[in-house]
């Protein structure tokens, strides 16, 4: 207000152009704000996104323990289901009295049997207890994927946004020293130098958030893959969605590990059914061979000798029931889980599939836009069909649609790290 209130003062004395031409731009407000990180332009070093990924799995503790935890599972289930270890037993004995002397000896070999369905349940167990942990495993690193993924889409976006800013603010310095001249010369009045003016400190503005953002991005991406801050990105282009909805969904019951824990509980219920039906059946407890040696009247004899467990007092009916139940149980929670992936995808889906969509369109039209506004520029300085700051307008126009390029890129990719999380997979194979 100040400001408009000064040149309206200046204009009614005649000392306008003069005023303006003696005041000098408020440049502090850029210069402490042009400390973006420096990137080095060589293509050869620029590292892809696959790159980062790798070195953010590399670099993370928290997956080296569940991993450790996956390995001691992957052992434990090793060691289960196993038949018990015999046991050998050896005795003797010695008696004497006044009617008989007596010694003997005993070495024997004493085998436990598990119940009938012991041992596959054990083993059903300690698969189901690997399928725990390597859910929590892969749904981290997967989790930890798309959160990469979206660290180096910022920093992609910001170093783009960095760009475009500064190339804005360069050409707006360049306008007001333009519209400046043209004051003089009494081809522009005092609006155009005032709003010209209040766009240079809207600008100035963008370029210091975007550089704040740019620096927040790449120290963010650093601290999880121990890259240099300044290391260059080889952007990547967008891949396309799956051909429908339907493929998406096999694809990610095919690939989402929750699928597989489910079958895995799932089995191990119906086994657990299995083993409590099976105790009503009568079954050897232990089986026993012994070799016996009567010193005293020197006999030798072996002796086999064996138990068996009778069902008669507890048929086990509550247990029966209680996995019955826990079997109808996980049946629910297979359907729940699959329904669970649907409706996950089914949100990424559609979402990246309308984002490409509009990524698509807004392409194709923008660079014809920016084409034929290059064309209108090189045609203005050979025929000189526009006045110079009308020239700049039109550059500041190219910006702001590559900005706005920048902006739907870098959604597009933040849903394709939703859609791959989704459907648990690295990579969207390219359709035929």
Not at 257 to 272: G, S
Not at 382 to 411: A, C, F, P
Request: glycine share 4%; net charge neutral.
């Amino acid at each position: 207000m100040f400001l408009r209130i000064q040149a309206a003062c200046l204009l009614l004395a005649g000392q306008l152009p003069a005023a303006i031409l003696a005041q000098n731009p408020d440049s502090s407000l850029t210069r402490k704000a042009d400390e973006s990180i420096v990137v080095l332009g060589d293509s050869s070093r620029a590292v892809s996104e696959d790159s980062v990924i790798a070195l953010a799995l590399g670099h993370s503790r928290r997956l080296q323990s569940l991993s450790a935890n996956v390995d001691i599972a992957e052992r434990e289930l090793a060691s289960s289901g196993s038949l018990p270890n015999p046991e050998l037993r050896m005795g003797h004995r010695f008696m004497r009295n006044n009617y008989v002397d007596l010694e003997e000896s005993r070495i024997g070999l004493r085998i436990r049997f598990p119940e009938l369905g012991e041992t596959a349940e054990e083993k059903e167990r300690a698969r189901t207890d690997l399928w725990e942990r390597k859910v929590e495993k892969i749904r981290y690193q997967q989790d930890l994927t798309a959160r990469v993924r979206r660290d180096f889409a910022d920093v992609i976006a910001a170093d783009r946004m960095v760009e475009k800013a500064k190339r804005k603010v360069d050409l707006l310095d360049r306008r007001i020293g333009m519209i400046e001249h043209l004051i003089q010369t009494g081809d522009r009045s005092v609006v155009y130098y005032m709003k010209a003016k209040t766009m240079r400190a809207q600008a100035r503005n963008d370029y210091s958030r975007a550089v704040q953002k740019q620096g927040s991005a790449r120290r963010q991406l650093a601290v999880r893959t121990d890259l240099a801050i300044d290391t260059p990105l080889a952007d990547s282009p967008m891949p396309e969605p799956p051909n429908d909805l339907d493929q998406a969904v096999r694809i990610a019951n095919l690939n989402r590990p929750e699928t597989e824990l489910v079958r895995q509980q799932m089995e191990l219920a119906v086994k657990q059914r299995n083993l409590e039906r099976l105790r009503l059946l009568p079954w050897i407890n232990y089986l026993q061979f012994s070799y016996n040696e009567d010193r005293t009247r020197a006999r030798y004899w072996g002796e086999v000798s064996a138990g068996i467990d009778i069902p008669l007092f507890n048929w086990n009916i509550g247990n029966i029931r209680a996995t019955n139940l826990a079997v109808r149980k996980r049946e629910a929670r297979v359907e729940g889980v699959l329904e669970m992936i649907e409706e996950e995808v089914q949100s990424a889906y559609s979402l990246y599939r309308d984002l490409w969509l509009d990524w698509m369109n807004f392409k194709v039209s923008s660079e014809m836009d920016i084409r034929e506004s290059q064309n209108v520029i090189s045609r203005s300085s050979v025929y000189g069909t526009l006045r110079s700051d009308e020239v700049l307008e039109l550059e500041m126009t190219i910006i702001e649609t590559q900005q706005l390029q920048v902006e739907k890129k870098y959604d597009l990719a933040c849903a394709l790290s939703e859609l791959l999380y989704a459907m648990g997979v690295e990579k969207l194979q390219t359709p035929q």
